[in-house]
């Protein structure tokens, strides 16, 4: 191969790969984004895998939680369990409590505190879209 001078002396502007570092043309490192033709094929290579290896990552998310939080829904179930049993546990009181208004503030206070635990599963689920759209 011709050395730099010579090349120089020729006309053709001498440039040198980002990667190896090896002499090339002017034209090839144009064409190939500053990196020789070995180079850039090697690249090139690397990043189709890794966009392979991403959307295989993707595709199983989807499959695993289809964007659903896990804690999320445990969370949002037990507020809707909560609230079930308080209601039931009023109710039944209303007897054994000689007064309907002890019974009423339960089922009251089981309602207000399965909306707290409720959105508190709600936060979660926002977080985890959020981290969602963040990833793509
Ligand atoms: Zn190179």
């Known amino acids: 191969m011709?050395?730099?001078?010579?090349?120089?002396?020729?006309?053709?502007?001498v440039r040198?790969?980002?990667?190896?570092?090896?002499?090339?043309?002017?034209e090839e490192y144009k064409k190939y984004k500053g990196y020789c033709k070995n180079c850039y094929e090697e690249r090139r290579e690397i990043e189709r895998r890794k966009r392979e290896y991403n959307s295989e990552d993707e595709e199983f998310e989807e499959v695993e939680g289809n964007?659903?939080?896990?804690?999320?829904?445990?969370?949002?179930?037990?507020?809707?369990?909560s609230a079930?049993?308080?209601?039931?546990?009023?109710?039944?009181?209303?007897?054994?409590?000689?007064?309907?208004?002890?019974?009423?503030?339960?089922?009251?206070?089981?309602?207000?505190?399965?909306v707290f635990i409720y959105s508190l599963g709600e936060v979660v689920q926002k977080l985890q879209n959020i981290e969602d759209n963040i990833m793509k």
């Not at 011709?2 to 502007?13: D, F, Q, T, W, Y």
């Not at 896990?70 to 809707?80: D, L």
């Open 84 to 114: 079930i049993i308080g209601i039931i546990v009023g109710l039944v009181s209303i007897d054994a409590l000689n007064s309907g208004i002890m019974a009423v503030i339960i089922i009251i206070a089981s309602i207000i505190s399965s």
């Open 2 to 13: 011709a050395s730099k001078e010579e090349l120089k002396a020729m006309g053709i502007e």
């Open 67 to 81: 964007g659903k939080n896990a804690v999320a829904t445990i969370v949002k179930g037990i507020a809707v369990i």
């Open 16 to 26: 040198e790969c980002k990667e190896c570092c090896r002499d090339i043309s002017e």
